[in-house]
């Protein structure tokens, strides 16, 4: 069973910075493309960025294009999602997900992580 294993979340006042970190036990067929989900109160799940399991291939939202960047370091099996200049509008719970091909779909993907709250307040 592949498990995802999220850190980093926290509390900011806007325009600082957070890492998120996502740990995943084993890649395999299923796990082709790591991507970070968030979730604000009362809204549905949006794909935040993604990464492929070579790193060959990332993708990041428009609305944090510039922000956030999302990297691996695969001796560490890390995926991060680097996180600045950040506003309220990024609050949410923030989640790591892993799946077999590239998707912003939250459906798409077979394994979760617990996820990792972000809060960003004056």
């Known amino acids: 069973q592949v498990q995802l294993v999220e850190s980093g979340g926290g509390s900011v006042q806007p325009g600082g910075s957070l890492r998120l970190s996502c740990v995943v036990s084993?890649?395999?067929?299923?796990?082709?493309?790591i991507g970070w989900f968030r979730q604000a109160t009362g809204k549905e799940r949006e794909g935040v960025a993604l990464?492929?399991?070579?790193?060959?291939?990332?993708w990041v939202k428009d609305s944090v294009k510039g922000r956030f960047t999302i990297s691996q370091d695969d001796a560490k099996n890390t995926v991060y999602l680097q996180m600045n200049s950040l506003n309220t509008e990024d609050s949410g719970l923030y989640y790591c997900?892993?799946?077999?091909?590239?998707?912003?779909?939250?459906?798409?993907?077979?394994?979760w992580g617990q996820g990792t709250q972000v809060t960003v307040s004056s």
């Open positions: 997900a892993a799946g077999p091909r590239f998707s912003v779909v939250a459906g798409d993907f077979d394994f």
């Open positions: 084993q890649y395999t067929s299923r796990v082709m493309y």
């Open positions: 990464i492929s399991s070579g790193g060959g291939h990332k």
